[in-house]
Nanobody, 116 residues
Framework: QVQLVESGGGLVQPGGSLRLSCAASGNIFNSNVMGWYYEAPGKQRELVAGITSGGTSNYADSVKGRFAISRDKNTVYLQMNSLKSEDTGVYYC????????????WGQGTQVTVSS
């Protein structure tokens, strides 16, 4: 079984920075994508950034130039800079595997609050 453990959320002032981490353990196939999603109160969960096992990344338009995703094997990081109040929400780590077996796994979520 696969487990994802997140850390690094908290309260930060507008313009500040936070770094989220997510460590995946278990039977993880090499063909995979790790990513971060966020869920604002009353809204649907949406993709913030993703990175493949080969290192290719993509970002939501709203965070381009402010956030950076990286990974070291099965640990993924999200460096969040120039945080805005609208970045407030619960951030979830996600792992998708494709071959030889498809899988979709989620972490427990970590709260990020941007407020003065």
């Amino acid at each position: 079984q696969v487990q994802l453990v997140e850390s690094g959320g908290g309260l930060v002032q507008p313009g500040g920075s936070l770094r989220l981490s997510c460590a995946a353990s278990g039977n993880i196939f090499n063909s995979n994508v790790m990513g971060w999603y966020y869920e604002a109160p009353g809204k649907q969960r949406e993709l913030v950034a993703g990175i493949t096992s080969g290192g290719t990344s993509n970002y939501a338009d709203s965070v381009k130039g402010r956030f950076a995703i990286s990974r070291d094997k099965n640990t993924v990081y999200l460096q969040m800079n120039s945080l805005k109040s609208e970045d407030t929400g619960v951030y979830y780590c996600n792992l998708k595997t494709f071959w030889p077996r498809k899988g979709d796994y989620w972490g427990q979520g970590t709260q990020v609050t941007v407020s003065s």
